[in-house]
């Protein structure tokens, strides 16, 4: 059974930290890794993506990647209370035709 | 910026009755999928499709559950004879062969069963 296990929260961060939010897997063939954002009520928005070990950067977002320790993170950088939201991680094995696998949500906060 | 499309919004529906929930996946996209989300829980893959047959598909997706691309652009899931706990949001998403598959959903479909 494949696992996606993240701190559902909430996780309250002063507006203009760095927010820090993790996830853990327990598949080791899972190969590609997703940061969504959701809104209450509202559908899963892809932030980013990886598949590589290492970090990668997108504007305020930095995703993290470490497949030997089966760790993604992502954090957010000058936060915004826009930003708040539950924030999703998923993963999948690599192929277009594998669903993905979610984590139940970490709830995000941003104080003003 | 192309987007994925659902309709209904919300469907409500009585116990045992059909419902076909459809979408109108990213126009340049091959894979389609369906997930649902139950009030306060995670998101859960149903199903994927790729060139006109089912890729994968969860145990969730049982005999009840059927998925169909009727034309060019609709992607539809129908479900038979639903039951008080198919009551949740239905996401339809797509992909195209980019580097990591990424999905893309569309803004659901709320079915409540009665």
């Known amino acids: 059974q494949k696992e996606v296990e993240q701190n559902s929260g909430p996780l309250s961060v002063p507006e203009g930290a760095i927010a820090s939010l993790n996830c853990t897997y327990s598949?080791?063939?899972?190969?590609?890794f997703f940061w969504y954002r959701q809104y209450s009520g509202k559908s899963p928005e892809l932030i980013m993506f990886i598949y590589s070990n290492g970090d990668k950067e997108d504007g305020r977002f930095t995703a993290q990647l470490n497949k030997a320790s089966q760790y993604v993170s992502l954090l957010i950088r000058d936060s915004q209370p826009s930003d708040s939201a539950t924030y999703l991680c998923?993963?999948?094995?690599?192929?277009?035709?594998?669903?993905?696998?979610f984590g139940k949500g970490t709830h995000l906060i941003i104080q003003p | 910026e192309p987007e994925v499309t659902q309709t209904p919004s919300h469907q409500v529906t009585q116990m045992g009755q059909e419902v076909i929930l459809r979408c109108v996946p990213i126009?340049?996209?091959?894979?389609f999928y369906w997930y649902r989300q139950i009030l306060g829980q995670k998101v859960e893959f149903l199903v994927s499709f790729y060139n006109n047959e089912i890729s994968e598909k969860s145990e969730i997706f049982d005999d009840q559950f059927s998925v169909e691309r009727p034309d060019g652009s609709n992607f539809t899931l129908k479900i038979r004879s639903t039951k008080l706990e198919d009551s949740a949001m239905y996401f339809c998403a797509s992909s195209d062969s980019g580097s990591a598959y990424e999905q893309y959903f569309g803004p659901g479909t709320r079915l409540t069963v009665t």
């Open positions: 126009s340049n996209h091959l894979y």
């Open positions: 998923a993963v999948s094995e690599g192929g277009g035709a594998d669903g993905l696998t």
């Open positions: 598949d080791r063939g899972s190969q590609s």
